[in-house]
């Protein structure tokens, strides 16, 4: 599902998640000081019980990547998980060239999650927003 429409509970997104118009943000065509091309980082967050931890790294691998790979822009994926408290939290950071890349991906709302069944099924709460960060330096 776009945009944050799936069912089911979700995170409470902090205050300022969303809130940052990808119209307000810069984008530089490189950075002079260490030559990298511009790149745009996505991340978003999900948790699951951990009787059930392994659905979404699985529905992540066989669903997700493909259809991340087929898309124009798309440089790469990061799937990170750790303990928090009685669950496990997932976090995603995806790779893009630039903001028209992610609206390929996302849509015009580029700020709203896109939370796929799959997804929904294996996470007990999610966000429904995501952030975006301009890579300034990567070593």
Wanted: glycine share 10%; hydrophobic share 40%; no cysteine.
């Amino acid at each position: 599902m776009r945009g944050g429409e799936a069912l089911g509970p979700r995170l409470r997104p902090l205050p300022t998640r969303g809130l940052v118009s990808a119209a307000k943000l810069r984008y530089r065509q490189g950075n002079q000081r260490s030559g990298i091309s511009p790149m745009i980082i996505r991340e978003w967050r999900g948790r699951a019980f951990p009787s059930s931890a392994d659905a979404y790294p699985t529905h992540f691998r066989n669903h997700v990547v493909p259809e991340l790979q087929a898309l124009t822009g798309f440089i790469g994926a990061h799937l990170s998980r750790r303990t928090l408290d009685d669950r496990i939290e997932f976090v995603v950071l995806t790779r893009w060239k630039d903001m028209d890349a992610i609206r390929g991906f996302a849509g015009d709302m580029v700020g709203k999650a896109v939370v796929e069944p799959g997804a929904v099924a294996a996470l007990i709460e999610f966000d429904d927003f995501v952030e975006h960060y301009e890579v300034v330096e990567e070593i």
